[in-house]
Nanobody
């Protein structure tokens, strides 16, 4: 059974930084693309960033480009999201998830393929 645990969220002032982490078990982590998603109250969940199994290709939604950096440590089965220059509109519950198939790219409608959701970690950015 795949388990996903996110951590690192918190309350931060606008312009601040946070680093989210996601650890997994029950999954051959190094074989799967991983993604970060977020859901704000009253809004649909959106795919924020994706990184392929090797870490050599990434994707960012336009609103976080240049501010967020996704990375992974396959030896530690851990995914990261470094978030800089945070804005109030970044406030949301953040989730990580794994691709449903191995060795896929972060292209097209990648976010529709992901599952095995964790409980999420709350990020709140005050103005």
């Amino acid at each position: 059974q795949v388990q996903v645990v996110e951590s690192g969220g918190g309350l931060v002032q606008a312009g601040g930084s946070l680093t989210l982490s996601c650890t997994t078990s029950g999954l051959t982590f190094a074989s799967y693309a991983m993604g970060w998603f977020r859901q704000a109250p009253g809004k649909e969940r959106e795919g924020v960033s994706c990184i392929i199994w090797s870490g050599t290709m990434t994707y960012y939604t336009d609103s976080v480009k240049g501010r967020f950096t996704i990375s992974r440590d396959n030896a530690k089965n851990t995914l990261y999201l470094q978030m800089n220059s945070l804005k109030p509109e970044d406030t949301a519950m953040y989730y990580c998830a794994a691709d449903s198939g191995a060795y896929r790219s972060c292209s097209g409608s990648w976010s529709n393929r992901f599952g095995n959701w964790g409980q999420g970690t709350q990020v709140t950015v005050s103005s």
